[in-house]
């Protein structure tokens, strides 16, 4: 099985910062790495997939890099609205998500 | 606009089979175009796919099922369902389901999600 490991678990930022959010795989993976957004009681929301592909309606403040098992997911000004929790996922073989990474305002 | 929901029954009791049921609106779910998955996740955790169904039938199971999960499609009535035998408090979680494009670069990311259902297991 492919493990996902994301850091930080929570982060901490104030409108305006830009911020970095790292997914690790546990064997490479390719491009084949997605980026999620949920917020609470909701369905998580797809942001970014094959890496760096920006989902249609995704704000641009958003972007994705990375290859093979080292992945990033960066927010260039933080938006009130950005604060939630974030998930990547590989899909590579079948999918795994990462644990999660909660961003929070400082 | 694709469109999804699922039902099921709240609270199972434990060694029990839980039976989903997620129905699709505003497209077909025998299109080759899309295929078809669950994921889960227990209260304040995260996300754990559980499996996933093509049009055809053939479905893949995340292994740490351990073979408690079965997934199939009625075409008859545009929805696809999802049961979980020998239930434990460990299975309580929001079940989701949510559709997949089938075609790259987006064959494997869950593009649309239905609002998500809580089963309780408990006796």
């Known amino acids: 099985d492919i493990q996902m490991t994301q850091s930080p678990s929570t982060l901490s930022a104030s409108v305006g910062d830009r911020v970095t959010i790292t997914c690790r795989a546990s064997q490479s993976i390719g491009s084949w790495l997605a980026w999620y957004q949920q917020k609470p009681g909701k369905a998580p929301n797809l942001l970014i997939f094959?890496?760096?592909s920006l989902e249609s309606g995704v704000p641009s403040r958003f972007s994705g890099s990375g290859s093979g098992t080292e992945f990033t997911l960066t927010i260039s000004s933080l938006q009130p609205d950005d604060f939630a929790t974030y998930y990547c996922q590989q899909y590579h073989t079948y999918s795994t998500f990462g644990q999660g990474t909660k961003l929070e305002i400082k | 606009q694709l469109q999804l929901q699922e039902s099921g029954p709240g609270l199972v009791k434990p060694s029990e089979t839980l039976s989903l049921n997620c129905s699709v609106s505003g497209g077909s779910i025998s299109s080759s175009a899309y295929y078809w998955g669950w994921i889960r996740q227990p209260p304040g955790k995260g996300l754990e796919w559980m499996g996933s169904?093509?049009?055809?039938?053939?479905?893949y199971y995340n292994p740490s099922l351990k073979g408690r999960g079965t997934m199939s499609v009625d075409t008859s009535k545009n929805q696809y369902s999802l049961s979980v035998n020998s239930l434990t408090a460990a299975d309580t979680a929001v079940y989701y389901c949510a559709m997949t494009y089938s075609s790259d670069p987006k064959a494997g990311t869950f593009d649309i999600w239905g609002l998500g259902t809580l089963v309780i297991v408990s006796s």
């Open positions: 169904i093509f049009y055809d039938g053939t479905t």
């Open positions: 094959k890496t760096s």
